[in-house]
């Protein structure tokens, strides 16, 4: 080898030698190329199911929005709703029966002790009041029946909020920072149409939540479960007196 290809390197490289190197280098190019598209194609991939993803939310969110608010939901209902999405969510999906219907909700502190309150939602049915409150995985539900109720009494709390007094069997339930506005005028009427309602209904055997006793003589075993089964879903039957039933017909 010769002085000056010492000092610049060069070597006396055969033609075949030179195809490979260049072979290599085109492979490898290759290579990145390929896993360039991939990791491309992924990332395009993510952002679409991610898309896809906040657009099911949107809707979802949107139907629940309608469904509590209504059609012509505003600014400020949207912000409300936004504000307490778990509860809405799992209130939709979890808690109403087949037949229930929402007829006023209002937001509200809930006095559970003197060392612990709540704020949530009281929601007004045609068939209950209940209290919820779900964030991620804490949550606190309970549920008050209308024929329990006494009467309902309000106080003061600062200057644009009020209290709310249920008496409830023999005791008293005490929610507050609740706004006093329409909505919570809205909510006060319903409630207070129910008590009355309890009030008046005389009870009859269809509102006993228990019958005194289940006749199924002369009923096949196969009938005899749909009844209990028709029997619990109406909640005349409790789950420990439908398993009690059953076991009694099937031995």
């Known amino acids: 080898m010769s002085f000056w290809k010492k000092v610049f390197g060069q070597t006396d ?5 030179l195809e490979k190197i260049e072979r290599e280098k085109a492979e490898k190019k290759q290579k990145r ?17 991610k898309r896809i993803k906040k657009e099911k939310q949107k809707e979802e969110e949107q139907l629940l929005i309608e469904q509590f608010y209504g059609k012509d939901a505003g600014v400020g209902s ?51 009041m209940f209290f919820a409150f779900v964030r991620g995985v804490n949550q606190y ?5 209308y ?15 009020k209290e709310l007094y249920i008496d409830y069997g023999s005791s008293r339930k005490k929610f507050d920072d609740i706004i006093d506005d329409d909505k919570f005028k809205d909510f006060l009427q319903v409630v207070n149409e129910k008590i009355v309602d309890n009030i008046k209904k005389p009870i009859t055997k269809t509102r006993q939540k228990k019958p005194a006793v289940i006749d199924l003589e002369g009923v096949d075993k196969y009938k005899q479960l749909e009844r209990i089964a028709e029997l619990k879903d109406k909640g005349i039957l409790t789950e420990e007196e439908f398993n009690v039933e059953k076991k009694k017909i099937l031995n």
């Open 78 to 128: 949207k912000l409300a709703f936004a504000a307490n999405k778990d509860t809405f969510r799992y209130v939709g999906e979890n808690l109403l029966r087949a037949d229930e219907e929402i007829l006023s909700f209002i937001q509200a502190e809930y006095d559970k002790s003197k060392k612990r309150e709540i704020k949530g939602l009281l929601f007004a049915t045609n068939d209950r």
């Open 13 to 17: 490289l055969t033609p075949e030698y």
């Open 147 to 161: 024929s329990k109720m006494k009467g309902i009494s309000l106080a003061r709390d600062g200057f644009l909020s």
């Open 33 to 49: 190329e390929e896993e360039n598209k991939r990791f491309q194609e992924e990332q395009e991939k993510r952002r679409e199911e």
């Open 141 to 145: 539900i309970e549920e008050f029946d």
